[in-house]
């Protein structure tokens, strides 16, 4: 087990090492640069070239990348973005990550127990209207394209609030940038609210994928559980209908959930940048987006490392958690 | 369902038998009827634009009329027929859709049959690459290849392109790995064929049938990736009617005209809900072992 | 479906359950001194030095003072942080007396010492306590030679020549008088402690959330009616206007002119208007063939309707323009004739220089563009498919590309386009501000040079010049409209439209006026009972 984690974790490192060097290397291949994307039709030009140069912009990518990787090994330190000159990359991320994983977390947390439930209900109920429903919904589900989806919750719901985390004049200041959480702590129930009320839409329009493909994962599994034996054997020897699909099929499910997990955390995110540039959301997607359009080179090299040392983390976490879900792979591990 | 059927590896399904059982269970789908009928009806415009479409591409006929006789989707900011434009944009879209899945399958069709084949250090190589790429978000592949290339269709094509690469060669792969050791392979092998003969004319058959399930299922969430990187502004020009950058015209606009939105949004929707009806239909008709379980 | 619209009525529900228990629901409730005003994107600092960003600037001129600065109406000039000042030397020595008793927001006090210092921040390449600003702002004050401190309330600036836009730069935001003290204690962290002697001082900025300026109790005017003023950045235009209608914010910038037209009905709101001090235009890369023809660029003028561009892409709400200088102010030239729309006309030029060049039709050329709206272009993507509709009308295909912004101009300048969209928005209402910027010769560079069109006039260079050194402005507008009119005559560039501003704000909202600087001065804005 411990060769295992010790050999994933190494290539995992490689991994980020690769990903960060092909972000670094394709945000330099535009002509564009910094200084020019800042100042635009008010850029100097002696003073651009001595900004290149100062900032290091026109030495080989090889050599740009050395000193970014040692900068990042011995300090932790992300740099400066150029665009945004009050604001370092690491406090740009630290403001703008939580935003997203608030997001995130949030849409998973409609997505998950109602996908689960819609599954189990379908399955159950196998062929009955609870089924039709279920995965026509999940159907659409998938084909709904987040970004339409979202344009219609927000004509639909054009009296809730969007564009902002808190209502502008709300006094109180986020330190960590999770403000839901924030505001609940500090026992401040009417902007925790508010917040949850700003939160509501864009959750929503991303959490209909992952509901949908939950729906359908947790339904497919359950069936299969509902047919095994043990499940027969459960049912013959006087198990409640209900005991037995909560106490065998659901967690045979959860397995089966997990495991589409990480896929899943990939495609949140890709949702989320979506998301966050319909609902005018300040999250990590639009961040980076903005990044790269200003050709702002700490931003997206920085934003991209630390988005895929997230990636590949999590994927190592829910591989781990996959083992210890499921018991086959648990002892195929700990014999190879 | 199951339990009626051999069991079977998918790749050993050569002769047309299994095929037509396919088409059958095909045919009495209700679902699988609708999404072809979706899938025809899209492809049907996107071929016969001209001939369908009310007025030309280009053509002005006044700023956010609201729905009519005249305009049943209603115009837009550029003073173009929505109808028009969602007609014509069927065309790039499903054009831009298929040809960056066909070149997802030239690219990744011969890498996984590679890594099946010779298996040990090539496969584990490739595998690892495979999981590297899923594991990062899609979204990122893209935003690099467009940042540096600068936006525009070609751009966006190679970039979902490239987001589909790892999905098809591990499909590729694990049909394979599974038909590898089948009889017919491991005798051609032995008559002497070469690897290029086992892979091309032996292994290439097998792979096909899976590979296209795969492609239809890929191009439904190609046309998606396609739109919604035209819809954040990397597509190519905007006076070409596709639907991601129709939305993303017509959101500047939506408090005051929502139609411009609606037309393009539900023809998206509608496209990949034909897709994927056909593509889960598909799955299942093809491939016994996940049969009506998937 | 049933599931989404379950989903979507049981979050509805819930909504409305949290207005319910969540109170207050607009803002104006909450502090009816507080005003709120939302634009598309956040500031990038608070250093005056150190930005050309427009929604900085909105900042800035609530935080800081210039020593002259705009009527509250009109685009005169007045005294603000100078009481008074005098002209010698011909025009190469100006005398600045300073008003008594200013104060900072830091609590130090305003002094000859400090604008000298300021003025060295922004002139000096080696100032020590420069801390890395990027002036860009830095060519418009390039005609001083010396700043110095004359008496403790006593400033005296030195020209290299005279110069008829030095009093008008110095009311532009780079010549904001920073506290000297808070610079030298904050170093690069300025940005973010700004101490300026406006009417308001900045209590809190979270980066992109909102920045909270607070009423200075001590400026030298008296306090400001309002108690705060608050900025949020909200990129989504449909958004913006959605929290204007909701109440969530009081007043709202550089939305699309349809959705003005459409609010402008709407109760309780009310649109401003001004004639804008801008220019928007087609620029042609001279230096690429066939636009070397004047005849290809004639053709180009006479296919554009630009009457009905302005219909299309402005909602009406601008001016044809003929060339660079706005109708709004002075050195416009007024005589000037347009060509007119004449697609027929275009086909028999382009045909003519397709004889003589050897050329097929139809000809192909590229269109830039940019994505986000500009002041002087709210719609640029509809002007780009309007103009491409339109070449195509008369034997040019173009091909458009679209740019974020910043590169558009940065690819511009290196001439990558044939035909490409820019504006310009006046920095300080003097006609060599267009004319010289845009279109002298020495503005021609690969590195953020703004003759786009790369047109190369010696006589236009020459009647430039001197026009800046004549401080007579009687003299200069004569000299202008000869540059004018030459520059009409050669083409380089189709003037479109002079666009004018909106703003939209909530009724309640009262003594903000939408100034014709643009400038946006919150100092006499205050909340009243309004009509909700």
């Known amino acids: 087990m411990i060769g295992f984690l010790a050999r994933r974790l190494l290539l995992s490192l490689l991994t980020l090492l690769v990903a960060v060097s092909l972000v670094f290397v394709a945000v330099r291949l535009l002509p564009n640069n910094p200084v020019l994307a800042r100042f635009g039709q008010h850029a100097v030009p002696d003073r651009v070239a001595d900004e290149m140069h100062k900032q290091g912009w026109d030495q080989p990518v090889l050599v740009q990348l050395g000193r970014f990787l040692r900068q990042v090994l011995t300090s932790g330190d992300l740099g400066k973005s150029f665009i945004r000159p009050t604001e370092s990359v690491a406090q740009g991320l630290s403001r703008k990550l ?43 589900g998938v084909s709904v394209p987040v970004f339409f989806l979202g344009i219609c919750l927000m004509s639909v719901f054009s009296q809730m609030p969007t564009g902002l985390r ?13 403000v839901v959480v924030e505001t609940l702590l500090a026992g401040r129930l009417d902007l925790f609210l508010a917040a949850l009320k700003h939160l509501c839409l864009p959750a929503l329009a991303l959490s209909s994928i992952p509901m949908a493909i939950i729906a359908r994962v947790t339904r497919n599994s359950m069936l299969q559980a509902l047919a095994a034996d043990y499940i027969r054997t459960a049912r013959a020897k006087g198990g409640s209908r209900w005991g037995v699909v909560l106490g ?14 990480g896929f899943q955390a990939g495609m949140l995110l890709s949702g989320a940048v979506l998301t966050e540039t319909v609902f005018s959301w300040p999250g990590m997607g639009r961040y980076l987006v903005e990044g790269v359009k200003d050709s702002d080179y700490a931003v997206v090299q920085g934003g991209a490392l630390v988005v895929a040392a997230m990636f590949i983390g999590l994927n190592l976490l829910l591989d781990l958690l996959h083992a210890w879900l499921d018991p086959r792979i648990r002892l195929l591990h700990s014999s190879s | 369902m199951n339990t009626s059927l051999p069991d079977i590896p998918p790749a050993a399904v050569l002769s047309d038998r299994p095929a037509s059982r396919a088409w059958r269970r095909f045919r009495r789908n209700p679902s699988a009827r609708a999404g072809a009928l979706l899938v025809a009806l899209f492809c049907l415009l996107a071929l016969l634009a001209p001939w369908l479409a009310p007025y030309g591409p280009n053509q002005r006929d006044g700023q956010f009329q609201p729905p009519s006789w005249r305009h049943w989707l209603g115009t837009d900011s550029n003073e173009y027929d929505v109808l028009t434009r969602v007609i014509y944009g069927a065309r790039l879209s499903l054009v831009a859709g298929l040809v960056s899945i066909s070149l997802a399958v030239v690219v990744g069709a011969p890498l996984g049959t590679a890594a099946g084949y010779f298996g040990g250090r090539t496969d584990a190589l490739l595998m690892r690459a495979i999981d590297v790429a899923l594991a990062f978000p899609s979204i990122l592949i893209a935003f690099l290849v467009v940042t540096a290339m600068q936006p525009g269709w070609a751009p966006v094509v190679i970039a979902v392109a490239l987001i589909n690469v790892p999905l098809i060669a591990r499909q590729v792969r694990a049909t394979v790995l599974t038909t590898r050791e089948l009889d017919y392979v491991t005798a051609s092998r032995a008559l002497g064929a ?9 292994l290439a058959p097998a792979v096909w049938n899976p590979l296209i399930v795969l492609a239809t299922l890929g191009l439904g969430s190609a046309i998606l990736e396609v739109a919604g990187l035209s819809f954040l502004g990397f597509g190519g020009d905007a006076a070409d009617a596709e639907w991601g950058s129709l939305l993303n015209e017509a959101k500047n606009h939506l408090r005051t005209t929502l139609w411009p939105a609606v037309g393009p949004g539900v023809a998206i929707s509608l496209t990949i809900l034909g897709f994927n009806l056909l593509g889960d239909v598909l799955r299942d008709a093809l491939d016994p072992r996940t049969s009506g379980e998937r | 479906m049933y599931l989404r619209i379950f989903c979507g009525v049981l979050c509805g529900a819930a909504g409305l359950v949290l207005a319910g228990c969540g109170g207050s629901a607009g803002p104006p409730a909450t502090n009816s001194r507080t005003l709120i005003y939302s634009r598309g994107t956040d500031a990038d600092t608070l250093d005056p030095l150190d930005t050309s960003l427009g929604e900085t600037v909105a900042v800035l001129v609530n935080l800081y003072d210039t020593l002259v600065t705009y009527d509250d109406r009109t685009l005169d000039l007045v005294p603000s942080l100078a009481e008074s000042w005098e002209m010698g030397d011909e025009g190469r020595t100006w005398t600045f007396r300073l008003r008594p008793g200013v104060l900072f927001h830091d609590g130090t006090t305003l002094d000859a010492e400090a604008v000298v210092f300021n003025f060295r921040r922004l002139l ?56 000297p003290s808070a610079v030298r204690t904050h170093q690069e962290a300025l940005g973010v402690n700004p101490a300026g002697t406006g009417p308001f001082r900045l209590d809190a900025w979270e980066r992109d959330q909102r920045i909270v300026l607070r009423a200075f109790d001590d400026h030298w005017r008296g306090r400001p009616q309002l108690d705060r003023v608050i900025f949020i950045p909200v990129a989504e235009n449909s958004i913006r206007a959605q929290q204007l209608v909701r109440g969530e914010a009081h007043i709202t910038d550089n939305l699309p002119p349809a959705e003005l037209d459409a609010l402008e009905g709407q109760s309780g709101l009310v649109i401003q208007e001004q004639q804008g001090l801008n220019v928007g235009y087609l620029t042609m890369q001279m230096e690429r063939p066939p636009l070397d023809h004047l005849k290809v660029r004639l053709a180009i003028w006479h296919a554009i309707d630009k009457q009905r561009l302005i219909d299309v892409a402005y909602s009406g709400h601008g001016q044809t323009s003929v060339s660079l200088v706005p109708p ?34 139809p000809l192909r050329m590229n269109l830039f563009f940019m994505e986000q709206p500009r002041p002087y272009m709210q719609q640029p993507r509809q002007i780009a498919v309007f103009l491409r509709d339109a070449l195509q009308q008369v034997g040019i295909e173009v091909k458009l590309v679209p740019n974020d912004y910043r590169q558009h101009f940065q690819r511009l300048s290196a001439g990558e386009h044939d035909l490409g969209l820019a504006g310009w928005t006046t920095d300080n209402v003097d006609p060599d501000n267009f004319l010289f910027s845009l279109l002298d010769k020495s503005n021609i560079n690969d590195h953020g040079g703004n003759n786009l069109s790369r047109y190369a006039s010696e006589e236009v260079h020459q009647l430039l010049l001197e026009a800046q050194r004549e401080t007579d402005r009687g003299r200069r507008e004569q000299l ?3 540059a004018q009119q030459r520059i009409f005559d050669d083409a380089p560039i189709v003037p479109l439209v002079h666009t004018d501003v909106r703003i939209a704000q909530r009724a309640e909202v009262q003594g903000y006026y939408l100034h014709p600087s643009s400038l946006v001065r919150l100092r006499q804005a205050s909340i009243g009972s309004g009509t909700r």
């Open chain 2, 194 to 202: 070469s690897h290029w003969h086992v892979m091309t004319r032996v």
């Open chain 3, 124 to 179: 000096e390449d080696d100032f020590p306590h420069g801390y890395g600003a990027q002036r860009p702002y830095l060519p418009n004050f390039e005609m001083i030679e010396s700043v110095e401190a004359v008496g403790p309330l006593e400033v005296r600036f030195r020209l290299k020549a005279p110069s008829a836009v030095f009093l008008n730069n110095l009311a532009m935001f780079p010549a904001s008088i920073v506290s």
């Open chain 1, 248 to 261: 065998h099929a659901l967690p045979n499910a959860a397995v089966e959930v997990s495991n589409i997990a």
């Open chain 1, 98 to 140: 939580p935003a997203t994983i608030e997001l995130a977390l949030a849409a998973l947390l409609v997505a998950v127990p109602l996908g689960i439930a819609a599954g189990s209900a379908a399955a159950v109920w196998r062929n009955g209207w609870p089924d039709l429903i279920c995965m026509s919904g999940s159907l659409l």
């Open chain 3, 480 to 482: 202008y409209r000869q």
């Open chain 3, 328 to 361: 709004a102010m002075w050195g416009h030239a007024e005589g000037l004739q347009d060509r007119q729309y004449d697609p027929q006309r275009s086909r028999e030029l382009l045909a003519e220089v397709a004889a003589e060049r050897n050329l097929t039709l």
């Open chain 1, 166 to 178: 808190l209502p502008a004049t709300a006094d109180f200041q986020s330190r960590t940038g999770f």
